[in-house]
């Protein structure tokens, strides 16, 4: 029974040239659905079903992601915003999977959050607030960490936050700034630990 949902962008020119290849067995790649610049869903597997759409990676210490999730395409190159109508199609289209699996919004992520270094999609330009703010996604905390807060305690809160992957500390900031701070940048700042919601942090 699945217990994730995995967000990915297609990284490529077309949701036709997507189609071909997630329906192509020869390349050993699928999604349960993919949802077009224009809102269509295309879907591809039964969500019962185990689709080839994670890889290798790992999130709250379960790995084998592929036989626990659900993978959503979504037909953009990374590089460009994700437009209305498709983000409209896939808040319809997560309603009804949490609803229909009893999935949390903690459950919903990134190929980023359980591939970190490996994956950058949906990227830089996903609007996870959007989904946090409909209760789609796990909502962020708004707590700064203290000034000269160590990478050991970062990483143990992005342990318990569900960043378990094998990783260094510099990736693990890259993947937690992707999903939270994408506009982050330089070494780990007092901001990089408000997804964590630590109130303990207030001064």
């Known amino acids: 029974m699945p217990s994730l949902v ?23 790649v699928s999604a349960h659905y993919l949802i077009g610049r224009d809102g269509t869903v295309w879907q591809m597997v039964r969500e019962t079903h185990r689709a080839w759409h994670a890889g290798a990676g790992e999130w709250h210490g379960q790995s084998d992601i592929n036989s626990r999730s659900i993978g959503i395409e979504l037909d953009n190159t990374g590089f460009h915003p994700f437009s209305e109508l498709q983000m409209t199609g896939l808040e319809i289209l997560l309603r009804q999977i949490i609803k229909r699996w009893s999935i949390t919004p903690e459950g919903v992520i990134g190929h980023s959050d359980m591939a970190p270094g490996r994956k950058f999609d949906p990227g830089q330009r996903f609007d996870w607030q959007r989904l946090e703010r409909l209760g789609l996604a796990a909502r962020r905390g708004v707590d700064e960490g203290p000034q000269d807060a160590p990478p050991a305690l970062f990483r143990a809160l992005a342990h318990d936050a569900g960043f378990t992957a094998d990783t260094d500390d510099a990736t693990l900031l890259e993947a937690v700034r992707l999903r939270y701070r994408p506009w982050g940048k330089g070494p780990l700042a007092p901001a990089d630990f408000t997804p964590f919601g630590k109130t303990a942090f207030r001064a």
Request: aromatic letters at 4%; hydrophobic letters at 40%.
């Open 6 to 28: 995995v967000i990915h962008y297609t990284a490529m020119d077309s949701a036709q040239a997507a189609l071909d290849r997630l329906c192509d067995p020869e390349c050993e």
